[in-house]
């Protein structure tokens, strides 16, 4: 996979090595709009979170399609994807690499 540079976050300027997944943010009642965070390793590693997007920010600045911002978005990202039991060391996989699976389901 090349890397190319994109405008993952207004903070950050890099090249997005992988996009690990999307994540909802609590809706507030002054919002009319759905928000996200955005969970993504640099070229150098790094783990990174962007959030307050929406969806149209999402798909503009990490330049991805609504099949692909769908497929990464995930609903449930503190549940293990094997025993479904809720884990934050199933949300820390996810978001470092994209993988949904609790230290109990690897061992």
């Known amino acids: 996979m090349s890397l190319t540079y994109k405008k ?3 903070l950050v300027h890099g090249a997005v090595k992988n996009l690990t997944c999307i994540t909802e943010a609590n809706k507030q009642p002054h919002h009319e709009e759905q928000y996200y965070y955005v969970f993504w390793v640099s070229h ?34 503190f549940f293990c994807k094997v025993c479904d039991s809720e884990s934050n060391t199933a949300f820390a996989r996810l978001a470092k690499i994209g993988d949904k699976t609790c230290i109990n389901c690897l061992e």
Do not use: C, R, T, Y
């Open 8 to 10: 993952a976050d207004p």
């Open 44 to 77: 150098v590693d790094n783990v990174h979170m962007s959030g307050g997007l929406n969806k149209s920010q999402v798909k503009k600045w990490l330049e991805i399609s609504d099949e692909d911002f769908d497929k990464k978005l995930d609903l449930k990202e």
